[in-house]
């Protein structure tokens, strides 16, 4: 097994090259970032019906994306995990969650505010919104999940079970809860009808993405060599290194 | 005590008659029986669903066009719960006795044990849901091809929840919180089947064709059919390591 | 022949034991020993196939355990009285026979609790019976069902005199009969020969 993949795949060698990896992804989430947010906020038109008030999207739609990304990366590291029974696996999937269910959190708050200076609610049963709901509680439940169970692999296996079973049904409760809401067409309101889209407005979007995944990643590398300084507490590597003394 | 002195060798015997029955309908028949010796706690649901579905119309109000439009997703909402306090019971106490081993070290094919077991939570816990709930429509002013549309959605969709919610019990065995923790997993997979359920009796009362949402149920039924008894064996495994 | 290579188990941050090998041979038993919480119940998991050991392997007549053909020649019985409370004793045979397909009539599971002094009782919901007796009710699945390994967590716990010299019958004969056994006891066993494994 000398592929690099798979050297990296210890515990051991994976904490020293993680933390190298770290400040690379903080800088280019910084710089995605501040390039983002320009041209949302300057660059991008103002919207013919929505005026300013729209720009909020540049949040909100990245942070969906990211949401639903990292939960279907997050399930395939816990399959991996069961597959392969290798710990470092199970604890990617660990590190990931808690910054998915903050972009589905942050995703359903930038929707509310955006819902409310447009159409005066603070929440709005629309298709996208409510799945975001649900996608937040199956972070929630993995969460809550994984912290019950004592034993540290029976929680991996157990959590990544939910996760497989959640990966599934995440279509099926999209496709589900968009057919609830089309056929309840009280409100013509949709956050899914965004604005016609410029090119800034897209190329703000994808920026705006671009930051966001450069921060999930370098918070799931901190979260990551956190999980496995824990979890390898007893090893000699560990209580040789530097954080240990 | 006799027989001690009896030659040992003796024991072939005693052996049971082997492959002549089938592991599923015995398994069935084994949690029915220990379901009807332990009537309360399956009443117990059941009027919870009665009791549930009864409190909605006290806290909103008796206007009869009010309580047709709420009727289904009350009940629905009702049928989910009521099937939900039941889940717990399903490997608990399996689990506790060691029975559950004996199952999982079994010959058989797990799932088909699983299986089993699944097929009894629903006759035990689903299927008075169904038979209750066209009564219960009564009480939400449903008409008759309303509460034949509730009836039909709820023989298909409570299984899918007995087979999705095995999972989560499955999952949660022996797990600290267990009852609180099993509804947030197990909730929110239920979506689907609450939205297309309800979603069919209120096209029937809009006069529209139920087809689409019952056929859409039907898919979701045979998508759980494929899919939990698997997840429930690997989960039940890990829930033993 | 039952086989375990470089077996370990951690439990939590501890390491319940490691490197573990040996081997047990048709017509043998073996007896894992050990002080309280050294693991022993762990080990028998860990050979029933029950869990996954954290390092090494069991390995069944050469290939790895947890087939079929292996669940159909392992009989384990673990700490709990694994019985259902509201069956009566024969119902409990009768289902743990059905769960693997086969028909157990009332009258040879009579029998077979008979053999372990339960004449009379087996139309009791196991409920009413005591400590000792649920046990028995498990130990008379051995007679109910041919396996080739046996193993057994404490099956001496709670059994009186004549139990004991039943099951300890039951065992030679078994092992003489050319099959395995693996046993943990906090009594001494009453049985001739057998290599002990120390955790």
Known sequence: MSSPFFRFASPVRFYPMAGKLIPWFWMAASVFGLVGLYVGFMVAPTDATQGDGYRIIFLHVPASWMSMFIYVV???????????????????????????????????????????????????????????????FLYLGFLALHAAIDEPKRADRAAAVLALVGVVNVPIIYFSVKWWNTLHQG??????????????????????????????????????????LEREAQASWVLQLPEAA | MKAIDAPVAATREFRAAPREGSPVLAVLQRDLLLAMRRKGEVLTALFFFVIVSSLF???????????????????????????????????????ADGTLEQMVLSSAPLPLLVAGKIAAHWLVC??????????????????????????????????????????????????????????????????????????????QLSG?????????????????????????????????? | MLSAHHLSCVRGHRPLFSGLAFRVEPGSWTQVRG????????????????????????????????????????????????????????????????????????????????????????????????????????????LTRPAQLWILDEPFTALDGKAVEVLAQLVAGHVAGGGMAVLTSHQPIPLPGGQVVEL
Request: proline share 4%; charged share 15%; hydrophobic share 55%.
């Open chain 2, 57 to 95: 119309p006290l806290g909103i109000g008796p206007e009869p066009a009010l309580l047709r439009k709420i009727g289904p997703g009350v009940l629905w909402v009702g049928a989910l719960l009521a099937t939900m306090l039941g889940l717990q019971r399903m490997f608990a106490s399996d689990h």
């Open chain 1, 74 to 136: 997050m399930a395939g590291w816990a399959a991996a995990g069961l597959a392969f029974h290798t710990r470092l696996s199970s604890m990617v999937a660990l590190a990931l969650a808690p910054t998915g269910a903050l972009m589905a959190f942050l995703s359903l708050w930038t929707g509310a505010l955006w819902g409310k200076p447009m159409w005066g609610t603070w929440w709005v049963w629309d298709a996208r919104l409510t799945s975001e709901l649900i996608l937040l």
């Open chain 3, 35 to 142: 002080a309280n919480g050294s693991g022993k119940t762990s080990l028998l998991r860990l050979l029933a196939g029950l869990a996954r050991p954290d390092e090494g392997e069991v390995r069944w007549h050469g290939a790895a355990i947890g087939g079929e053909d292996f669940r159909r020649a392992l009989m384990y019985l673990g700490h709990g009285a694994a019985v259902k409370e509201d069956l009566t004793a024969s119902e409990n045979l009768g289902f743990a026979a059905g769960a693997e397909g086969a028909t157990l009539s009332r009258e040879r599971a009579a029998e077979a609790l008979a053999r372990f002094g339960l004449a009379g009782r087996e139309d009791l919901p196991v409920r009413h019976l005591s400590a000792g007796q649920k046990r028995r009710v498990l130990l008379a699945r051995t």
């Open chain 2, 126 to 203: 689903g299927l008075p849901v169904v038979l209750l709930a066209p009564v219960l429509g009564l009480q939400f002013d449903l008409d008759a091809a309303s509460l034949a549309t509730l009836t039909l959605g709820l023989l298909i969709g409570t299984p899918v929840l007995s087979l999705l919610g095995a999972i989560g019990a499955a999952l949660t065995l022996g797990v600290r919180g267990g009852g609180a923790l099993l509804s947030l997993l197990v909730l929110p997979l239920y979506i689907p089947t609450l939205i297309f359920g309800a979603g069919a009796v209120q096209a």
């Open chain 2, 208 to 241: 529209l064709d139920p087809g689409g949402h019952l056929s859409l149920l039907g898919a979701l039924l045979a998508l759980s059919l494929f899919i939990a008894p698997w997840a429930t064996t690997a989960a039940l495994r890990i829930s033993l390591e």
């Open chain 1, 187 to 228: 409100s013509s309101v949709s956050l899914t009808k965004a604005p016609a889209m410029a090119q800034t407005m897209l190329w703000g979007m994808l920026l705006m993405a671009l930051c966001f995944w450069m921060y999930s990643i370098a918070a799931g590398l901190t979260r990551l060599r956190a999980i496995i």
